[in-house]
């Protein structure tokens, strides 16, 4: 089945793009999006996944790009159905990849031939800016939610912010969140164990909640479109108990079995 590309956002010279393959393998592995970024004929590909989806996500990316160039990899952390199929990207493309500074040895265990690792790049702990052909995109610091090595990007032209895992319901069967109540019990279990802690998910709603959002677009699940559900699902974060404080009581030496 072929991978189709939703439209996230659009104007002139600038194109946000959701490619989907929500069929993949009859969901024997964890459905993952990949998102794609245009603009004025260059692209960034985020989060572009493992092996099983390579050449259907590399041929909607270049039909999506009309002739345009793949400028940028970006690679949220350092989990297999962010980084597994990187190698065929680099060796197919000319892009750069940048992915956080802890994995930069890490990541050459995917099979990443030597002849592209100059075109690995890292992201410092800080984060930093990329130009996508004239579009600056902003790469956010989220460490810990859930790799201790984390990023997310945002885009102010279409202000959408790509969360990452943050953010993931990979069970639902819709594209876009339209119930909060109801979706954020499908989010529930998955936060409560990948978040690390609650700390990080306050600091992180300090940091984003005064940009301009219009979109939050998760790696996994469906996405968060206006800024009522957008400050439906930054609320809940901040006050979501999960990680370390949420399983402090499991650090215990088993029982013996009778």
Not at 33 to 59: E, R, T, V
Not at 204 to 214: A, G, Q, R
Request: proline share 4%; aromatic share 10%.
């Amino acid at each position: 089945m072929a991978i189709k590309a939703h439209v996230l956002f659009e104007n002139d010279n600038h194109k946000n793009y959701l490619l989907d393959d929500w069929n993949l393998e009859q969901r024997l592995a964890v459905h993952a999006n990949q998102h794609l970024i245009i603009h004025n004929g260059a692209g960034m590909i985020l989060d572009p996944g493992g092996h099983k989806i390579f050449s259907k996500a590399f041929a909607e990316t270049s039909v999506c790009l009309h002739g345009g160039k793949l400028k940028y990899i970006f690679l949220s952390h350092q989990d297999p159905d962010v980084v597994a199929a990187l190698n065929g990207w680099l060796m197919m493309s000319d892009a750069v990849a940048y992915a956080s500074a802890l994995w930069m040895r890490f990541i050459p265990h995917f099979g990443v031939d030597s002849k592209v690792l100059d075109r690995l790049k890292p992201i410092p702990d800080e984060g930093m800016y990329l130009d996508l052909n004239g579009a600056e995109l902003m790469l956010l610091p989220a460490h810990f939610l859930h790799s201790c090595g984390n990023f997310q990007v945002y885009d102010p032209l279409s202000k959408i912010l790509y969360s990452g895992d943050l953010g993931a319901a990979p069970e639902r069967e819709y594209l876009q969140v339209e119930d909060f109540a109801a979706h954020a019990k499908l989010m529930a279990g998955f936060h409560r164990r990948y978040m690390v802690s609650s700390i990080a998910m306050r600091a992180w709603v300090n940091m984003v909640k005064d940009l301009d959002i219009e979109t939050i677009a998760p790696q996994h699940g469906a996405w968060f479109k206006g800024k009522d559900m957008v400050h439906q699902f930054v609320d809940w974060c901040g006050t979501l108990e999960c990680g370390i404080d949420w399983m402090v009581d499991k650090y215990r030496i088993p029982d013996r079995p009778l």
